[in-house]
């Protein structure tokens, strides 16, 4: 014998266009909500008769838009189901994911609780819905997001400036959203993130081995591609091919003042400076400097007797240009065993002219250091 369902006629007019619906209880519902006490109402059955339930609204507006209409709900105590426009939902189940916390930052609302509930009970018929925030939630989340954040992996954190990113791409589109103040800070803030990343980044690499010049994962292609650990007077590389002769390196440094630097670049395992044997305290540039530097000074001349080429065809001017050779690592060379490597680096850098040695070491200082000035700037 089939159940005697109870009619519901809920007024409320916060229902909108489902204010005056009817729906339907199982006596069993009715006999529990009967026996709860309610604050406005004298138990929770009277409360859904007056008012409704919570989320309720929701998931009719949901419910209609998916399967039409003429459907009927059924709040009941068996399991939820939908079998043509006869929708029958566990309303213990259904009450219970309203009040659950699924955001230590915010609770469900009603329709996040209907959306959920529909997607966790009914999948198959009603597939792809998708959860939308409120503003309130919206603004609690913004609220808290700095100090939540700092438990994300590496892996959410990005996806969360994915999506932050994504928003502001959005946002630029209407200019009344962003103020100039913001999108400077913005800005900054990316920058930041990037040359720290960055940074961590060559930490992470000089650990490895890398190949100097071939392929895209080589030094010299990373090195070129992060040129502002050389200081933010460098422009975006030159390729040689733009050039248009052969005798130069594969890159050339403009700066933003219109001239032309060149930097060689060679692996950090490499050695930089030999001891002399016969003078305690005295070092020399190792075979690999010395052909360096044998290299750049061809480098040097080549630019120079191509001078007005380069002029006419880069509108850069080569007129004493420097030239930087990135060779070896002076990691521990500030303690007191190799304090002298680094007062001979010093001195024989002085006695080259228009050349200088620099350390992977020093580049990373370096670069540390454009992070800590640019994070005091903003």
Known sequence: MPTQ?????????SYG????????????????LEKIKSQRHETLFKSLQANGFKGGKHLLEILANNLGKSLKLILSHEKSKIDGKEVTINLEAFDGLARKKFFEVYRQTGIRTATRFIQDNFSKE?????????????????????????????????????KVTQVVKEAGVDRKKLTASTMKELQAAANQALYRGK???????????FPETSGTNSWQAWIYANNWLFGSNYLK???????????IP????????????????????KEILVANGSHSGS?????????????????????????????????LSTIKPRAYILIGNSEGWDELKDESKREALRKLNFALHGIEIITYTQLLERGKLLVEMYDREN
């Open 5 to 13: 369902l109870i009619q519901i006629k809920i007024l409320n007019k």
């Open 17 to 32: 266009n489902f204010s005056g619906v009817t729906i339907f209880v199982t006596p069993i519902v009715k006999t529990r």
């Open 126 to 162: 009603i597939p792809d819905l998708e959860i939308l925030p409120s503003k309130k939630e919206t603004e609690q989340v913004i609220e808290v997001l700095p100090e939540a954040t700092k438990t994300l992996s590496a892996k959410k954190t990005d996806k969360l400036i994915e």
């Open 199 to 209: 940074l961590e980044e060559l930490i992470d690499r000089l650990g490895k081995s």
């Open 237 to 247: 590389p030159i390729q040689k091919k733009q050039v248009g002769f052969s005798e």
């Open 250 to 269: 594969d890159f050339l440094f403009p700066t933003s003042d219109g001239f032309l630097d060149i930097l060689e670049i060679k692996k950090p395992d």
């Open 283 to 315: 070092f020399y540039w190792s075979s690999e400097v010395s052909q360096a530097i044998g290299q750049v000074v061809n480098y040097l001349y080549q630019l120079e007797i191509h001078q007005l080429e380069i002029e006419k065809k880069l509108k």
